[in-house]
């Protein structure tokens, strides 16, 4: 039907548009996030773009949603406000059957959600936190930027470096502060030089001018210089990630009985039917006057998504806690309130 080809093209339109317009802010703000911590020494630049793709990636399945409402809200506005709702009334299409294609397309990016959410969120999370680690230890010395510290390991070592020469690997004004415990090392050399040690074998630290102070755990310390001074670094390797409810599959979520399991399991579920209900929350959000501004209900709409979202999100770490056993009384709650809404302007319908 035409009104049906035209209805969906002009949600399309502005979906794909607020679509790609929040992922590109969110990878804009994400890549800055992984470029600081880049430039102090926290991760290697490789893996910069890698990380913030797979960050826009788990993040589509809370953009997509609000995307194809506020889509929605706007598309619909504008029929209202451009008298188009009316003349289709007169030409016998009513409200409903206007919904109708529009709510199709809803339901497709429902799906869409849901597979994001059931499918790729999982693969997503297990590769961002793989890689994430080997950043990390490929970061531990091998990026490490001049004049600034850098701390790792929680806190167990501090490096100083206050120049470096990555062709020839040759370091000037060297700190190394390390702690086990109750002991403590401390070492300072004028220059050296320092080999990757992010690998099966120990790294080589070749200090020259160094002074050494070590603090054994029973308080009896130790002084020392040395012209030339190797130091063995033993080799960083990635800890095992464990078990992260975000990285688990929906399968293994259902089947326990944690309470952050069953909190995420419930988060994906959600997101599918929090598509639809934003969708359907957008029909009576959108009717505005004719002649009105398009947008006059867009700032409304963007509020209550604020309420739906940090509603939920508080419900989601309630049942974490383990205070609530679900969290499915939010979009419940949204349900009802769609539904009142829609009676009361059928009620009011001439």
């Known amino acids: 039907m035409v009104v049906d080809r035209y209805l969906v093209r002009e949600t399309v339109k502005p979906f794909f548009i607020i679509a790609l317009f929040l992922v590109g802010l969110f990878v804009a703000y994400s890549l800055t996030r992984f470029l600081t911590e880049a430039n102090q020494g926290f991760l290697a630049a490789s893996a910069v773009v890698s990380l913030t793709g797979l960050k826009a990636l788990i993040a589509l399945e809370v953009l997509l949603p609000i995307a194809l409402y506020i889509g929605l809200i706007v598309t619909l506005g504008r029929l209202h406000s451009d008298w188009e709702v009316i003349a289709l009334r007169a030409g016998g299409v009513s409200e409903n059957r206007i919904l109708a294609p529009v709510l199709s397309m809803a339901t497709m990016v429902a799906v869409l959600v849901a597979l994001l959410s059931l499918w790729v969120r999982p693969w997503a999370y297990d590769q961002l936190y793989r890689l994430e680690a080997q950043a990390k230890v490929d970061a531990e010395l091998d990026e490490l930027s001049p004049g600034q510290f850098h701390i790792h390991g929680d806190a167990e070592r501090t490096v100083f470096l206050n120049a470096r020469n990555g062709g020839t690997g040759e370091v000037e004004g060297i ?18 030089s320092l080999d990757s040690f992010a690998g099966q074998d120990p790294g080589l630290l070749k200090l020259l001018q160094a002074f050494v ?4 755990a029973t308080g009896e310390a130790l002084v020392g210089r040395f012209d030339a001074l190797e130091v063995r670094v033993p080799a960083v390797v990635v800890e095992p990630l464990g078990h992260k409810p975000k990285s688990a599959s929906t399968k293994e979520l259902w089947a326990s009985m944690r309470n952050e399991d069953r909190a995420e399991a419930q988060w994906r579920m959600a997101t599918a039917f929090s598509t639809l209900l934003l969708a359907l929350a957008a029909a009576p959000l959108s009717r505005a006057r004719p002649r009105s501004g398009r947008y006059a209900r867009v700032l409304l709409a963007v509020a209550l998504y604020a309420l739906y979202f940090n509603s939920i999100g508080i419900a989601r770490s309630e049942v974490e806690q383990g205070a609530l056993a679900h969290l499915w009384w939010v979009p419940g709650g949204l349900a009802a309130g769609i539904g009142v809404a829609w009676l009361a302007s059928q009620r009011a319908a001439p």
């Not at 700190?175 to 050296?192: K, N, T």
């Not at 102070?213 to 054994?216: I, P, V």
């Open 175 to 192: 700190f190394v502060r390390s702690r086990q415990g109750d002991a403590l090392e401390v070492i300072s050399a004028g220059r050296g």
């Open 213 to 216: 102070y070590r603090q054994a």
